[in-house]
């Protein structure tokens, strides 16, 4: 019998944990069984699926771990450190003393820039800029994390004092005039420019763009309104992403004598809280009970009543809401620009806010039919309910469904499909969290020649237990970034998933020499740079077993996130450009959207699901017909779904449009939501304030189209590249060469243009956002 490579594969971890190779005989009967044990699964996948190894390999006094150390960390575990091995980082007021070493040497930089007028000065200008930039960053980003991430409060004041800090010091700094006419001198320089990279070139126009944005040649007056806008827009969109998911109230009342005889079961009614009178139920706005109640309830108005109030947000968060709204307008009237939207767009592949209402229009306009198509079985149940004809007319059909309809009408209509009635860990079984690990390291290593590489974190690296390190290695390079991840669910944490760039590649010069608090790699040619370092959080819930040890199981949509967030993460792995202001995802707005949107098509691939799926106790493979009806689930409302992120956009552009700065004394957010909604007609919330939830009005602020536009590219490239094999290396290597090591550094059309093999494309336009907006799935 011949022994396939994956099973050399596995042979290959046997030797590592159990020093010896397993007799022939049995290891191939154990992969005929699919029985593997734990201690015969790779130590990539056993430190997210066995908990107790994870417990053992930390432990530095384990006489186990001395074995295996060797395989799984570059350090010794018992080194203490501070997060991610800056030394600087072992308390709060460690990272003061860090942003303010930081800052002193930012300070520096400044000097010796503004004083070295010399040609050589003048070459290394822009390098200089960059390292300053990026000695900046480093303490920004690093804020940003700890604020939304560490779970001690004494870290989050000290990371929002810092960030305050530095943000208003860059500020000040964007508009400094003198570092901005002698970064201008520089570039007009033919001397100079005749010893520059292109790299260099380009970062240099790029910052002095920054310059110009910043009102540069504004007087000072307006210099100090600048600065002040910026930084209370800084605050005060913390302030509205912290409250994001504060409701209005905590319950609505609703007579018992009304939810009786509205089809809920005794069980649910038990579980519901009743008044001080005994009249009324207490249902709860958030947790499971809503949703059992709106699945079950036949009383529209009832669930109209309890829908809003899961969806409805507290006065004050309107009015931060409002108040970032009013404040961006107030900032692009300042930098003489008709509207915030026109101030973010500016720079961005979509050239101006109306390219983007028209390419958001037209896709509204291909998926509206489509919606309507899949709520009709919502409006034909409504309208026998009433003993009318059901209609085949898309308005008719739009009208007649509302969102707090589509619970109902959907379980109604699973029962009657029992195809659909799944149980929800009848898959989730088959894809524990360290299987999807080892896939998504099996895709990279087969389509870009990289993997990953569990290692043990020093004392004091992360700031949970739960966190896994990951090394990223190359199989030409060797190690060429970090990844923390922060993968499960515990008390006190939010993020539901998110990627932070805790701090980007770059070449590490000759007259640097202070290591302490940079992670190094060195590159082929012996040059060194600052490792990527990228953080991964997600909220994924671990089971107990009957042996006490805990699993984390994924559901479809949960790998699917998993997947996107990890498309970031490799793209800061393989931009690595000489400069950071053009590494990794330090590209255009709606570019940076592209290679984690890309990943989702993996995630949703059979050929990628299969492989990857093993039950976690037996090792059985998924079965493809079990696989194949979640994936028909996952596509059920699938263009709804589309179209509701289609609204967002839309949504995301009409606060931050001209007619903003036009009536900016009687701003109403919530009329403009609601208007929106009533226009674009699909599953139409004009009752609720939901607007006040949308985080990413502050995050993306007027650019939340990327996401959309970034699909209908990833579409086009996951046709051309991996439709037909998705572990394609040539495909990969493609997509590497022509997309993810630039970075930022190359005009983002040029990399479409190359990456589809379409010239045409090249310069963009309204002929390249029309070609991009016709697609067949998105």
């Keep these: 019998m011949m022994v396939t490579r994956t099973e050399l594969k596995q042979l290959r971890y046997l030797r590592i944990f159990r020093n010896q190779v397993l007799p022939t005989k049995f290891y191939r009967s154990s992969v005929r069984r699919n029985l593997w044990t734990k201690q015969q699964d790779p130590p990539l996948k056993r430190v997210f699926d066995d908990s107790q190894y994870w417990v053992s390999i930390n432990n530095p006094n384990n006489t186990y771990t001395g074995k295996i150390l060797s395989q799984l960390v570059p350090n010794p575990a018992t080194k203490t450190t501070g997060l991610f091995a800056n030394p600087y980082l072992t308390t709060p007021s460690g990272l003061r003393e860090f942003s303010d070493v930081s800052l002193a040497k930012a300070k520096k930089i400044i000097d010796n820039l503004k004083s070295d007028r010399s040609l050589d000065g003048k070459v290394n200008f822009v390098i200089e800029l960059d390292r300053l930039s990026d000695t900046l960053c480093r303490v920004i980003d690093l804020c940003e994390f700890i604020r939304s ?49 292109e790299e260099e070139k380009k970062v240099g126009y790029i910052l002095l763009q920054d310059f110009i944005k910043s009102g540069i040649y504004m007087d000072s007056g307006k210099k100090d309104q600048f600065i002040t806008l910026s930084q209370d827009i800084s605050v005060i969109g913390q302030e509205y992403i912290n409250n994001i998911n504060q409701l209005a109230r905590n319950h609505i009342k609703v007579k018992r004598s009304e939810l009786d005889n509205a089809g809920i079961e005794f069980d649910v009614a038990c579980q519901l809280g009743k008044d001080i009178t005994g009249k009324y139920y207490k249902i709860p706005t958030y947790g499971h009970l809503p949703f059992l109640i709106l699945k079950a309830c036949t ?271 490799i793209h800061s792995m393989l931009g690595r450009t000489r400069l950071q202001n053009v590494s990794g995802t330090r590209c255009s707005t709606d570019f940076v959207e592209l290679p984690s949107v890309l990943m989702e098509h993996f995630a949703r691939d059979t050929r990628v699901l299969k492989r990857i799926g093993h039950h976690y106790k037996t090792g059985d493979r998924v079965p493809a017909t079990l696989l194949n009806r979640y994936l028909e689930k996952a596509r059920f409302l699938k263009d709804c779904e589309t179209f509701s992120q289609a609204k967002m956009a839309m949504l995301d552009q009409r606060l931050y449009d001209k007619n903003i700065v036009q009536n900016i004394d009687s701003v109403d957010v919530v009329k403009i939501y609601h208007e929106l909604e009533k226009e674009l007609e699909v599953l139409v919330d004009d009752e609720s304030n939901w607007c006040a939830k949308f985080g990413h009005l502050f ?68 002929k390249a956002m029309k070609f991009i907006g016709h697609v067949d799935d998105i």
């Design 699 to 766: 995050g993306y602020g007027a650019t939340y189209y990327c996401y959309l536009f970034d699909r209908a590219i990833a579409s086009k490239v996951w046709k051309k590249l991996f439709e037909k094999d998705p572990y394609s290396r040539s495909g990969g290597e493609k997509f590497k060469n022509d997309v993810l090591k630039w970075g930022g550094l190359r005009e983002p059309w040029n990399c479409v243009a190359d990456v589809l093999d379409n010239p045409d494309l090249a310069h963009g336009g309204e």
């Design 149 to 197: 991430a560490h779970p001690e409060e004494g870290f989050i004041e000290a990371a929002q004092d810092c960030h305050e800090k530095l943000f208003e010091f860059m500020n000040v700094l964007n508009t400094d005039r003198e570092l901005c006419e002698l970064l201008n001198e520089t570039l007009q320089d033919e001397q100079v420019l005749s010893k520059l990279s």
């Design 299 to 569: 009383d529209p108005e009832i669930r109209k009543k309890i829908w809003v109030a899961m969806h409805d947000c507290s006065k004050q968060q309107i009015e931060r809401l409002t108040n970032l709204v009013k404040i961006r307008a107030f900032l692009a009237h300042t930098m003489g620009r008709e509207c915030y939207a026109a101030y973010a767009i500016d720079g961005k592949m979509a050239k101006n806010p109306k390219d983007v209402d028209e390419f958001l229009k037209s896709l509204m306009d291909f998926l509206k039919p489509k919606a309507a198509k899949e709520l009709k079985f919502i409006s034909d149940l409504i309208h026998n309910e009433k003993g009318e004809k059901p209609s085949d007319d898309v308005d008719e059909i739009l009208t007649a469904v509302r969102p707090w309809d589509r619970e109902y009408y959907t379980a109604i209509h699973r029962n009657k499909q029992k195809h659909l009635l799944l149980d929800d860990y009848a898959l989730d079984v088959y894809y524990p969290l360290g299987n999807v690990i080892q896939g998504l390291s099996d895709i990279f290593e087969s389509i870009y020649g990289i993997r990953f590489e569990p290692a043990v974190a020093g004392k004091g690296e992360t700031w949970s237990s739960d966190v896994r390190r990951l090394n990223v290695v190359s199989e030409k390079e060797g190690l060429i970034g970090i990844i923390y991840c922060d993968l499960f669910r515990r008390q006190g944490k939010t993020n539901n998933a998110a990627h932070f760039t805790i701090c980007c590649s770059r070449q590490i010069y000759p007259h640097e020499d202070d290591f302490s608090t940079i992670q190094l790699g060195t590159n082929v040619d012996g040059t060194k740079f600052q490792l990527p370092i990228i953080s991964l959080l997600c909220n994924f819930n671990t089971r107990c077993l009957n042996s006490g040890e805990t699993i984390c199981l994924l559901a479809l949509n949960e790998i699917e996130t998993l997947f996107h967030e990890m498309g970031h993460a």
